[in-house]
Structure formats: structure tokens, C-alpha cells
């Protein structure tokens, strides 16, 4: 008996101290998640508002590149553009500078333009409009996206006698940044009154604005932003999850002790309910401080009660310890078995959207081969890569992307059969094994209902989402001998589709592992063709337009093949990538180039800089690639501000943390960096601010047709405006004709590289160019070779 009780008492304490000990655990991990989950809040939050404070951005754009005075039509038409969909912003207006001289000209030109008995006006203290006094300049309200022709708001005059309109005028004007308004009541939009205004000045063209001199006499006028807090919020949070409510406070309002917004947490069946700041912090909360652009607001999120504030019946599971022991070690194995199941479906199942992982696939994939040997079952395996959707992920962001890829999941569930089995291998990776393909006909039906399900828009987060999907197909057939087999030839059959413009479906063929063979090949000769030294530079110069003088060179490799010839790098290049032989002969290139470049500085004719093309699948290994820079520069003698890497700006925008530091101590060894290929990947022009950028190669793409298109050409001018206020380097490539140089020069750009003035050339060519330090435009293009890198 007593044996018994002190088994039972035994088991009774280990029992309560293990429950205790998840308790306390879960608590933990309950409280931290929820931390987390605030703080993805306010970094989702920061980035929002970020975005749409890069609207004014794109605004004064608008007047940087418009060679006349912007009008009111074109600004209001490109203000609707911009805004389109976007009912967080109320409106944008256009503020000029108008001085005592020219305010009888300007109210005349405004009464012209159709705005209704315009004067401008000063706020009395009534909330009422005046005419203003004579003073020394106005910045009155002009154009407006919104307003009528007889609204009373145009002529407004925002200085207010150093008012906090006036402060936010000079330090937008004196700072040259985007600044944010302290919260007030707005007089138009829906809901929630509180707002904000944001201004960014607009400085005149051609004016240099460098200094604070520079900038109080040359501003031109601000472009003004109208955002309503709770539209802005609500959108900016509407797919977060889980929701959270969350207080909006603004310390520098009057009434800070009271929140400006409160977004409500969807979980919640009734309005959340504002409370005072005291009151908030007096029970569990998250805070949290939000800066964007120098204007702050305190975020406050109660703890929510259910998981994290739940509460314990000690008494009643002590009761059921002490009564049903048996049953608790039961109730614990059962509980044990049933977290062995969760866990192994977990394994064999895609988190995001619940589809089979690529496990599961292997496995079903391989009972499929077993089956067909045994009775012929015929199968075949469809390969699904979205196309477009790293746009996606790059500007509606993660969530975005993850949701969109739950909405593929469900639309391709809809299309497969019991029998088949649909998986996700990660990404925007998708397979589909059909069961009992029996024919062509069939397989081909099933790839062409993916092809057009996937095709029609995707209504997600508030946003009309385009994708495609390109469909590798590979039928098995028995002489296939395995599982992994199958699954490349159905690899090599949507690179095909890729290829053959996307959106589409290919099957794989014979003349498909013709090509892979060739690849192979070519991959097994480039390796070997490294160390027999059949790889040469060509250089290409970068010219000073107007003298012709020589500023720089870009090395080019060629490979010299025994039996294939001469071929240029998108032969071999893509090869080179894929077979990880990369790394090799991206040493190799910029080993060659500066033992080119010691040899010249012996001869005195060494050029300004010598740039060096670098694949983004080089700096996957940061410590072997900064290792190897670094011992090339010290081994030739050479020194590193005469070396440029060119990197492009996809490579930068996925750069990590961990490469951006080796970016920084690159150029803290004096190395330079250039962007490639400038405009033709997604610019989201943030970089631009983080890396210690020299130069901007502005994409030959865009060069190529400034003469006879239109927007090919304000993409260059404002190409070149963006470098020159950024203080970085702008080069043109791909200039073929006098005229293409002559538009350069006009909007800014002095320099270039193009066959106008060489193509790429060998060694001892290029010698030759250095030595005459000058290179006179051709009269007529010259004949091109094959593509150049």
C-alpha cells in the first residue's frame, strides 16, 4: 500500500511540475510570438508609409524632367495616374514660390488658367480665407488633383508667420528631404478625419542646389501630399495576420495623450473602443516607436486575452492526477502519438499552402515507376514555374507573394484528379503527377487548363495580380531508368517553355537532351579551356563625348575555342553559371584584367579605370570573392580606385546583409562600384542609397531609341538627373550614332561607350587606343560583332 501511495504521490509531483513547466513554457513563447507579431506590425507599417511618401518622390520627378513649366493639365493627369487606386493619399497640390514682384502676375495667370476669382490668401482666426498682405513671397496653393475650379482652397499661403507650416516648409527646403506635417484635421476624405500633409521641395532646373545657400534661392515651389492616418493604416495593415489591434499616437499633438487612429483587430465583434495613453500602459502591451522621414508616432498594442492570456485550473488538474494517474500517462501517450503524427505531416506537407512537399512527390513519384514496370500503368510529371513572380515579392512584398501562392495552390487543386498528386516544391515551384496518362492528348489537355487557370487574374490583398505559368511536361516511357531521370528531362522541358517566351507548355524531346548534352559539353571544355589559356580579354573604351578623350575601359572576355571559334559570353556565360564553373573563371577574368592594367602602368598609358563585369552567383561566396580581390590587387601592384565592379541592380537588391558589408570594405579599400545595365531591372532606387555607389551605366536598350522615342528619352534625362543629384558617375552604353551623343550631351551626360567610337578590341588594339588618349567618333556605325556582355 505504501509503496503505492508514494508511487502515486511520485507521479502526482513529476505530473504537476511538468505541467507547470509548459505552462510557463507556452506563456513564454505565447508572449514572445506576440512581440514578434507587433513588431512585423510596425516594420509592415514603416515600409507602407515609406511607399507612399515615394509619391511625391515620383512627383517632383515630374518636374525635374520637363524641360518647360509643368502645366495644370499634366499635372493633374500624371497626379491620377500616380494616385490611382490609392485612396490613402486625399490629393496632391502644387505649391510655388511666389515673390512680392510676381504676385500680381501669378493671381493674373491663375484667373487665365480658369481658377475663379483667384487671390492669394491668408487663414484668419476665424478658419476664414483673406486676402494676404503684401509680404516678401507666398507659397499659395496652385494645382490640386482634387479641387474644382472655383474651390476656395487654391490661393491658400501656407506661411503662417513661422508658424508649423512655415517650420515645415523651411526644414523640407533647407534639408532637401521628404517632411511630414504634425497630425490635424483634415477637410475632405471619409471615416477618420486625422491626417497629415507632407511637402518636398521642388528646386529649378538647371539650378544647382548643393548648399543651403543654393537651396533658399533657387527652390522653385514644394509638391504637397494630403494623407488621411486611418485609410492609410487600415490599408497598409488590412493583410496583416494575425491582426492586432493598435493604438496611433502623435506626442507632438495637442490632444498626445489621446490616440489619433485605433485599427481594430478583426478578431474583435465590436469597434475598439479609444482609450487614454495611461490607460493603456497600465495594462500588458507591446509599444513601439514609428519614424518615417523624421516624423514619429508611438504605437501601443494591448496584449489580446486567449493564448496568452489564458489561465490554469491547478485545482481540477490535480484532482484528475490524483484520481485517474493511469489516465493522465494514457492521456500523455495519446497526446505523445498525436504530436509523432502532427510532426510527421508537417514533414510531408508545404507549410504555406497544405500541398504535398517535394518528399511526398519523390515518394509518390517512385511507388509510380514500381507500379508502371509491374502492369504498364502509363504516368506523366508536370513541372510549374510562375512567371513574373519576383515582381510579385519585389513591389506588393512577401505577404503579398505568399498569399498569391495559396491562391495558385487553390485554383491548381481544382484541376487535378484524386488519383493525381499535386505538390510544391518551394518558391513558385509546382509539380503535378498524372495518373493513368494514357496519351498525349490527355497530358497536353491537363497542362493547357494549368496554362490558362493560371493566366486569369488573382484578386489578392486588395490588388488585381497578373502572373503565367510555363509547364514542363515529361511523360514516362520505359526506357526511362529512373525517378530523378524523369524529373530532369521535366526540367529541361520547361526551360524550353521559359525560353519560348513563357506562359506556355512544352514536352520534353529528343533535340531537348541534345541541347542538354551540348551544355554539358561546353561546361567540360570551358573548365579545361580555363587552364589551357584559351580565354582572352577584349576591351571596350568609355569616351569623354565632346573630346574623345579616353576615361576608361571595360574588360570583355572572349573565349577562343579550338573548333567552335570565337564566342562571345551569352554563349558561355549562362553555361558557366549553371555548372558553377563561375567562380573560376570570374578569378580568372579579373586576375587577367589587372595583370593587363600593371602592364599598361609600366608603359605609362594605363587608363583612369578598368572595369570588371561580376556575376551575382560569384559573390554567393562573399569571403572567397572579397579573398580574391583583395590578394589580385596586392599581388600586380595596382591601385584598387583604378578597378570597377559591375554589378547589376538585381544583384544588389538581393544583396544580404552580410555582402553589403563586404560591398562597404571593398570601397573602404578604395575599390568602385558601378551598376550595369541601369533601368532595365526593377528599380526600387533605395539601394542607391545604401551602397557606396560610383557610377551608373545607363542600359544601351534605353540609349538606343532616345532619338525617336519619347519615353525612352525622359527615362535617360532622369537617369542622368538622378545621378548627377546623387553625385555618382552616368555613363551611356550602346551609343552607335552622332545623334544619340549629341542627346546625351544635351541632358547631361558627357560620357559614353558604343561603337560609335569602338567596338571591344584585343590587348594589343587597345594599347594602341591608349596611346593616343583620343578617340575620334566614327561617320558611319561600325559593323557589329556578336553580342558583347
Known sequence: MVPTICAALFGLVISICAWLSVSVSDERLAQQEFNDNATDNERTLESGIDRYFENLVALRALFDSTKSEVTRDEFVDFSKTL????TEILGVTWIPRVTRDGRAAHEMAARRDGIIDYHIRNATADDSLSIAPEQDEYFPIYYSSKETPDSKLYGFNLLDNNGPRQQMLDTARDEDRVVASNTLQVRSGAGDRSGFLVVLPVYRRGQPFDTLKDR???LEGFVLGIFQIGVMIDATLANV????????????????DMPIYVHSSRLRPEPAVPVTLGALLAVPHWAGDLAVNGKHWKLIVPRPQGSIGRSHDRAGLIFAACLLITGLVAAYMWKSVSYARRLDELARTDPLTSLANRRVFEERLAIAFAASRRNGNPFAVHFIDLDGFKDVNDTLGHATGDLLLCAVAERLKKLVRQSDVLARFGGD???????????SASIGVLAQKIVGAIAAPFAVAGSEIYVTASVGIAPHSSDIPAADALMIQADLALYRAKADGENCFRSHSYELDQQARLRITLA???RAGIGRGELELFYQPQVEIGSGQILGLEALVRWNHPKRGLLMPPIFIPIAEKSAIIQELGSWVFAAACAQLAQWEQQGIAP???AVNVSGLQLKRMDDFERDIAGTIVRWNIKPGAVELELTETV???TSQKLSDVLQRLRQMGVRIAIDDFGTGFSSLKYLTIYPINKLKIAQELVFRVTDDARNATVVRAAVRLARDLDIEAVAEGVETEAQAQFLLSVGCDRAQGYLYSRPVDATAATALLRRGRIRAAKEPLLKELPAA
Not at 429 to 439: N, P, R, T
Open 83 to 86: 494616385l490611382k487606386g490609392q
Open 216 to 218: 533658399r534661392q533657387n
Open 241 to 256: 495576420v494575425p491582426p492586432l489591434e493598435t493604438y496611433f499616437f502623435d506626442p507632438a499633438a495637442r490632444w498626445g
Open 429 to 439: 515551384e509546382f509539380a503535378v503527377l498524372q495518373a493513368d496518362a494514357s496519351d
Open 524 to 526: 567540360e571544355e570551358l
Open 608 to 610: 583612369r579605370i578598368l
Open 652 to 654: 544588389l537588391m538581393e
